[in-house]
């Protein structure tokens, strides 16, 4: 028996935080009953679970893709905006797969997408420290004291962000130019954070682009491309987590 979340995680449906919310909305059921409660649990061998009426089975096989996200494109299953979904860029693939982590709507850059609900989770879980590198061209040229700030941490939302690795790769010192591009590297994901902290030290992302989760870099696969992670490659990111 397993509670119900990870249990949907791990039948490839979503990640465990989004199946919480499918839950939480009254969007699945047990046994043809309704269920709000995250501490149910349930046996895919003996019990009937359905998300909005479709039944849920065990995974056959594990699939991961890398993608490399456009602008334009939101990174969930669907939108009730009606806006174009990473679905769309991997239309020929079979299995339900999901998107580990976000990338914001303007952003763009790889996503991994996955129907292991366990490796998911652990890409994801903030004591693992995977790395995340990005690409990011700002506003203006931050001087050191910027760059030693973002660095440092920020505070949003009331809380410091954790160390970060900011290197300023294209940019003249002077501070008149009209943008510079920095390499930045975090070990957490919070929402649009490379945003807010440029936006912070006041020099606003014009492009924001990842080109590495952990292990995992591809700088050939073209935008809106996408393809299945190698074996190795699997491995790797299995290291990186500690499984």
């Known amino acids: 028996m397993e509670r119900l979340q990870k249990l949907l995680s791990a ?25 709000t409660e995250l501490g149910t649990k349930a046996d895919l061998a003996h019990d009937e679970v359905r998300v909005d009426g479709r039944r849920v089975k065990a995974v ?8 490399n996200k456009p602008k334009g494109y939101v990174t969930t299953l669907s939108d009730p905006q009606k806006r174009r979904t990473v679905l769309e860029l991997i239309g020929n693939v079979r299995d339900y797969v999901y998107p580990v982590g976000r990338l914001d709507f303007d952003s763009e850059g790889l996503l991994l997408m996955t129907n292991d609900g366990d490796l998911a989770a652990a890409l994801t879980h903030p004591r693992h420290q995977v ?5 990011v061209r700002v506003a203006g040229v931050p001087g050191q004291r910027a760059l030693d700030r973002l660095a440092r941490g920020i505070v949003l939302d009331g809380r410091r962000t954790a160390p970060a690795e900011v290197r300023l790769v294209h940019g003249d010192r002077d501070t008149s ?17 490379v945003r807010r902290m440029c936006e912070a030290v006041g020099h606003p992302v014009e492009q924001l682009t990842r080109i590495r989760i952990g292990p995992i870099t591809d700088g050939g696969l073209k935008p809106g491309q ?7 490659e699997v491995r790797a990111l299995r290291k990186a987590v500690g499984t």
């Open 11 to 35: 039948a490839g449906i979503a990640s465990r935080r989004a199946a919480e919310e499918l839950i939480r909305q009254g969007r699945v059921s047990l046994n043809g009953q309704t269920v």
């Open 60 to 67: 056959a096989r594990h699939r991961y893709l890398l993608v």
């Open 131 to 135: 790395e995340r590198v990005y690409k």
């Open 177 to 193: 130019a009209k943008s510079a591009v920095l390499l930045i590297t975090l070990r957490e994901g919070r929402n649009r954070q």
């Open 226 to 232: 996408s393809r299945d992670l190698t074996a190795d």
